[in-house]
């Protein structure tokens, strides 16, 4: 922009331009010293605003009820990372062992951790199913997440929390496969809040039982072939029925 400059006498020049030269570099000094944050915060709005040049919020397709989203895992999604790999068993165990709670059998009672499910799988390990994308996974209770093993099948995780709540306060169980979002080891989750959210790709999910050593129940107990129906497999379907999941008996 063109700038106009006044018109001066020549007796007048000398206060006049020194008071110009004054003001300019006042404003200088304020363009150099603004607020970072008021900077920050106009430029969020310009982003967030309908005409700006950042691209549309895309919302998740389905939220819960109850709880707020937990923190997630940094980084890119797990599922179907080809250069993932599980740690060691002993790592893992000693993982578990840290962050395990003692906790009390109380009278809370469990919500239906997977109230989203479209379609009923397997039993196996646990209990197979498939979600809408976006759907949560959501914590039964309170919970604690003790571990994720990233690459645990096909590239995709897998996630142990413990149950701090109701008659099977103490417990551990799992899920994983086609989930991502998932919440970070050593956090605690309050009922209904999302412990992951089914990924656009994978291979379903499976939620099941597992022991404090960094292995499912079935592999613990009865030990475990592909697509091998395990009693620890049928006693989490049961679980699931018992919260009303509707999830059969195959």
Known sequence: MRTLRPRLTPRAAGPALL??????????????????TT????ARSASASPGGSAPAA???VLEPNAGVQADVVSGPTPVGDVNAHAPSLATVKRQLRLELVAAAVTNATYIDPLRYVTRWERTDQGVDASMP?????????????????????????LVYFELLDGPDAGRVQFV??????????GSYLTQGQAIARFAPSGTGIEYGWS???GTTLAVATTGYEEGQVTPAGRSMRDWLNSLGAHAGNS
């Open 211 to 213: 022991t404090p050593n």
């Open 58 to 60: 895309h919302p998740q």
């Open 39 to 42: 900077a920050n915060a106009s």
């Open 19 to 36: 008071a110009v030269l004054v003001l300019a570099l006042a404003a200088c000094g304020t363009a150099r010293t603004g607020s970072p």
């Open 176 to 185: 994983a496969e086609q989930i991502t979002q998932v919440a970070r080891p």
């Open 133 to 157: 994308v976006g759907a949560p996974i959501l914590a039964p209770c309170t919970i604690k997440i003790l571990a994720i093993i990233p690459g645990w099948y096909a590239g995709q995780p």
